[in-house]
C-alpha cells in the first residue's frame, strides 16, 4: 500500500489506539508545544478509552508544533546530522533518507540504538504529512480507542 493510500485510509477510518497499539500523537502530545487545552483534551480521551478528533481549528498550530519538535530534534547532540564518514563508507545504507529542512539536506537512519534522535525525527515527519493531508483533505483527525 502506497504511502497516499495509506493516508487515505486514515483520513476515512480514523487512527487506532489503546494498551497495544500506539501512534505518535498519543505518545508524544506532551513534548510538543501545543496549547494546554488541546493537551487536556488528549490525555482525558486517553486516560477514559475514548474515541476523540483533532479539529482542523488545532491543526496550525499542531503543523508550528511539529516544525519545532523537528528543528529541536535536529539540534539535538545525540543527532549525527550529515553522517559523512557513514555515507562514505556505506552510502546505500546512510544515504538513502534525504531529508530537506530549511535549505539543508541532512540524513536519517532508523536502526540502531545510536540512531534514536533519527528515529524521533521519521515519526514526526510521518506525522506532520499525515496531518497536512487531513488538513488537504479537510477532515479532522480520528483516533479510535482498540481494546
Request: overall charge positive; glycine content about 4%; cysteine-free.
Amino acid at each position: 500500500m502506497t504511502k497516499e493510500k495509506y493516508f487515505q485510509y486514515i483520513i476515512n477510518n480514523g487512527l487506532e489506539y489503546g494498551k497495544i497499539i500506539n501512534n505518535y500523537l498519543i505518545l508524544e502530545y506532551n513534548n510538543l508545544n501545543i496549547n494546554n487545552l488541546l493537551k487536556i483534551k488528549i490525555k482525558n480521551n486517553i486516560a477514559q478509552n475514548s474515541n476523540f478528533e483533532v479539529p482542523m481549528i488545532d491543526f496550525n498550530q499542531l503543523l508550528f508544533a511539529l516544525e519545532n519538535r523537528i528543528e529541536k530534534l535536529l539540534n539535538h547532540p545525540d543527532f549525527n546530522p550529515f553522517k559523512e564518514k557513514l555515507r562514505e563508507r556505506f552510502p546505500d545504507q546512510y544515504g538513502s533518507q534525504p531529508f530537506k529542512f530549511k535549505g539543508t539536506t541532512y540524513y536519517l537512519y532508523h536502526k540502531g540504538r545510536e540512531f534514536y534522535i533519527d528515529t524521533l525525527i521519521i515519526n514526526t515527519l510521518w506525522f506532520k504529512e499525515l496531518v497536512e493531508a487531513h488538513l488537504k483533505a479537510n477532515k479532522p483527525l480520528k483516533y479510535i480507542y482498540k481494546e
